[in-house]
């Protein structure tokens, strides 16, 4: 099991972390900003959030011209249409599949049931609801505008992308690379095994670079963390497997590990979001 040195070295706290990196709202829950040429968010965080984050912005007299989104899920877009209403001349960007998820009906009927359990999980009240907006800028592999170029990093889901500032050296993945819980790396393949494990092989190309997780904070240099990423994620498969054929029922296997993981290691994130997630890496594991 990975342990808590991580934590340790990880700069998970509010502030600027270095050469105008900043870390903004919650380390849980990050909203990072990079100010360079041109001023950028990365992520959005929970709807209910949306006035720490404005607030956060208008302290530090930033105005965002973009703001890059590394995927479709509630925790990292919730905020987005409050920002734009705070700052209009701002540009979304994100993937095709993003677009194409947050034009569906039933995608935002979800969105909104888990951001109101994650308001609970919070012990927050607010009378924000989560809108669906539009995505400005459409990007996919290989991509360029101003200072960042994009990676296409499915296999935490399919819509994922990753955002490369090669001149402040760093690396935003989202959930692409897994996220740090209670000392542990957790992987996150929800939507493909194989492609999660091609896509942390990716970005570990960028092994020298700083590696902005989409939950927890930034690991000054993303090597030994991504190499154990891959090791874990090849363990929890091996997991799931070994579990599938003690008891085969994919149900089963989600109470065993949920029992284990959530209750066992005290997780924080929403019952139902959590549900959803291990549900859809068992699936991935045996379709792997």
Known sequence: MVVLW???????????????IYLLNHPEVP??????????LIDAAFTFMAPN?????????V????????HSHYDHIGATPFIRKNF???????????????????AIELIKSLEKEAERSFGEVSDLEFQPFKIDIIVGEGDEIEEFSVLETPGHTRCSVSFVFPEKKIIFVGDAAGVIEEGHIRPQFLSSYDQYVASLQKILKYGDFSLALGHGGIIPEGREFLENSLKKTEEFRKEILEYYEKFGDMEKVARKIYREEYEGLGLKQPKEAYMINLRAMIKSALNS
Do not use: C
């Open 6 to 20: 991580y934590i340790l070295i990880m700069f998970s706290k509010k502030g600027e972390f270095r050469d105008g």
């Open 31 to 40: 909203v990072y900003l990079i100010r360079g040429k041109k001023n950028y």
């Open 53 to 61: 984050i404005v607030g956060e912005l208008e302290e530090l007299g």
């Open 63 to 70: 105005e965002p011209h973009y703001l890059l989104l590394t």
């Open 88 to 106: 209009p001349e701002i540009k979304v960007v994100a993937s095709r599949r993003t677009a194409e998820i947050l034009a569906k009906p039933k």
